[in-house]
């Protein structure tokens, strides 16, 4: 019997993508076994990461990604048949389809995605807004409290 416990008191000093905890829990129960497809997450500035997934032999229109309540998944899945008169005799490059899902921190906002050279980039950008950042508070002397 496993007892649940909350890791939240371990987290209280990260920023953005820094509870890598909380990213990899996530993706290791979309798919433990398999490990498909590989991918990095990147921390490029302050406040700009990237996630890069390996999607070797998938076209823009084979890849779904969606953002619902902080959650970030991406979704693949290739036709069947997309080359019609190719009887493969081995095929090593690996087409099945996958979900991966990433849990964004808060203020993490997905700004842009693209294919190239067999890789899936999305670009993501933590946004803080005006009244959720700390404010100074300034410190008067008793004096000017007392009018």
Do not use: C, W
Not at 23 to 49: C, T
Not at 85 to 103: D, E, M, T
């Amino acid at each position: 019997m496993t007892t649940a416990f909350s890791l939240a008191p371990l987290f209280r000093h990260s920023v953005g993508f820094d509870r890598f905890n909380d990213l990899f829990e996530s993706a290791a129960r979309n798919d433990s076994a398999s490990g498909f497809p590989p991918y990095n997450v990147e921390k490029h500035a302050e406040d700009q990461y990237r996630i890069v997934i390996a999607a070797a032999g998938f076209q823009e229109h084979d890849l779904e990604l969606q953002v619902e309540k902080g959650v970030l998944t991406v979704i693949g899945s290739k036709r069947e048949n997309d080359v019609e008169g190719v009887n493969y005799l081995h095929q090593g490059i690996a087409q099945r389809a996958f979900k991966l899902s990433f849990r964004l921190a808060d203020h993490i906002e997905v700004k842009n995605a693209g294919l190239a050279n067999g890789l899936l980039n999305i670009e993501l950008l933590r946004l803080v807004p005006e009244e959720a950042k700390a404010k100074r508070i300034p410190i008067n002397d008793q004096k000017a409290l007392q009018h």
